[in-house]
């Protein structure tokens, strides 16, 4: 049976603790420090005392360790320490051979006994019941008649369940991560997918609670199931305890869960939603597929870029298209705050890590069949003599809105994530009638939405063109930033052209943003790759955007890399 120890380490000067213990106000009296920094100097205390204990507690009342001694030179020094002391009958030794001669009772067969033990608080045995057993209780009584007995409603159990996706888990002592898929090997083992930055340590401890608690089982065992380099960025925790089950139910934390049925590949321009640990539920579209991503410290292939607004925590987490798995969390921006960039979230495929380690997804029947509520309230806030653009009060859903289709007449004429848009491509002086349904991760659509009908303007939109022809460095590591003005009215066209004319060394060193006049970042080339070309000459980018036209533009262009030179000759927007 273990023991608890016995003998505690060096014993520190008694002024240092003394100080930890009884810091001084202002007016010269002792103030109790905050709640957990008197808990940290409790720990702390604990490791500066050699004094043999019978165990040892934190007071919050005195703000104090107390150390339980059995006479009273020990207790002097104890004091002397700046912790509390407390004389006690019986010595650790004694209270071993005390809890040994329990062990004979066979609590683990008695009926209504979860857990004993010794509390140093009363210099002897702890027993705790779910319910009554006199008996019991009366041969425990017997060995120690100090005996204090812990009622509970119902019995404990290791906390286990569900390993969700989308749920935390952690990696040893690290901060947690989010459980990706649950997935099964040819022989039944049970496992989940997640990052590959999150398991890169090689048999860790996986855990489904902070403080290294309840454990779930091994991430990476035996090395060989995490990669974090140009493959990508995914990697497999064992489920190896017992009473952790694999579910095929998404946590979307305050809604009804998406049931997983199935995976597939990720498409540009894809609906999205995933389920992470720190923002936890958030849609959007796929921007980009197989993409070079440079994280800074490792650069990766094959990944997938969205609109999707994701937070550190939610890496390994779950993305879904509708019902079907489709990644697993990567990386971001690491914001959810209005105006984020374009590519705000990004995700390694999950079939890639399936396919890798030869694992079957996890999956259950049926999902998410019921459609948002019908978008309320359309109508026009503003046009050219080639758009229009819309905005709708935004509709509800019983696990989340994914985004909007906006209808021209019958035909399908431009998607949206938010309640607003601005159609394009239309003729001037011209009636057009318009509806818009929203849609859900899992592909169901609302009704039409009450039409509007909106006439384009005769003529000055479209054909706005506005410059900056000022040269700007562009170095290592630094940020050019260019700046227009626009005085355009009414809304930027979409797409917007944006001409770049610019000389750089390697152009896959740069990140290229345009920041609209609202704040909101568009990214036009985002770096990547260890081979370099020359930007040399005018490079045209189209821009898809939701904005005004009025106001400052701004061009950034980001030297990501080293031993480069370039300059920003001129750029433009027509907006």
Known sequence: MRMRGRVLSVLCAAAATAA??????????????????????????VARLAVPNAGYWFDPGIGKLVVAVVDQASAAQVRAGGAEAVVVARGQAELDRLLADFGGLRPQDATGVYGWGIDP???????????????????????????????????????????????????????????????????GGKHFVTAGHCTNDVSQPAYGEISQRNRIGTSNSGG?????????????????????????????????????????????????????????????RVTAINQTINYGSVVVEGLTTTTACSLGGDSGGAWLAGDKA???????????????????????????PLRKWGLT??????????????????????????????????????????????????????????????????????????????????GNQSAASAAVTVRT??????????SNDTDYQIRDFTV?????????????????????????????????TLVAPSGRWYTLARGGGFQCTAFGGPRTYQVPLNERASGTWTLRVADNGPGDVGVLDSWSVTL
Not at 126 to 144: C, G, K, Y
Not at 152 to 173: F, K
Not at 240 to 267: F, M, Q, R
């Open 20 to 45: 930890v213990f009884s810091p001084t106000s202002s007016a010269g009296q002792p103030d109790a420090p905050p709640p957990a920094q008197q808990e940290a100097a409790a720990r702390d205390a």
């Open 121 to 187: 608080q009363v210099n002897g045995l702890v027993i705790r019941m779910s319910h009554a057993n006199d008996q019991f209780v009366a041969q425990a009584r017997r060995i120690d008649p100090n005996l204090r007995v812990v009622n509970a409603a119902s019995a404990p159990r290791q906390q286990s369940g569900d390993v969700r996706p989308g749920s935390p888990w952690w990696p040893g002592s690290e901060t947690y991560c989010s459980i990706g898929f649950p997935a099964t090997d040819s022989a």
């Open 224 to 284: 060989g199931r995490s990669v974090n380099a140009r493959e990508g960025d995914m990697g497999v925790v064992a489920v190896t305890e017992s009473g952790w089950n694999l579910s095929a139910a998404v946590n979307t934390w305050d809604k009804p869960p998406v049931t997983v049925t199935g995976s597939t590949e990720p498409v540009q321009g894809m609906s999205v939603c995933h389920s992470g640990n720190t923002s936890k539920w958030q849609c959007g």
């Open 326 to 352: 489709v990644g697993l969390h990567s990386g971001g921006q690491s914001s959810c705050s209005p105006g984020g960039a374009d590519d705000q979230s990004i995700f390694q495929p999950v079939n890639e």
């Open 361 to 442: 997804l996890v999956v259950g029947s049926g999902g998410d069949s019921e459609a948002p509520t019908v978008p309320g309230s359309l109508r026009s806030t503003g046009g050219t003599s080639d758009s229009v653009s819309l905005a709708w009060d935004a509709s509800t859903d019983n696990v989340g809105v994914a985004g909007y289709d906006v209808y021209n007449g019958s035909a399908f004429a431009v998607a949206s994530a938010s309640p607003s848009a601005t159609v394009t491509g239309l003729a001037a002086d011209t009636s057009y009638t318009f509806t818009v349904r929203a849609r859900d991760a899992a």
């Open 457 to 466: 303007q005769s003529g000055g939109g479209g054909g706005r063109t506005f």
């Open 480 to 512: 050019a930033s260019s700046r227009l003005t626009s005085n355009a009215t009414n809304a930027a066209a979409n797409p917007a052209t944006v001409k770049v004319t610019a000389t750089h060394t390697c152009y896959e060193d740069l990140t290229i």
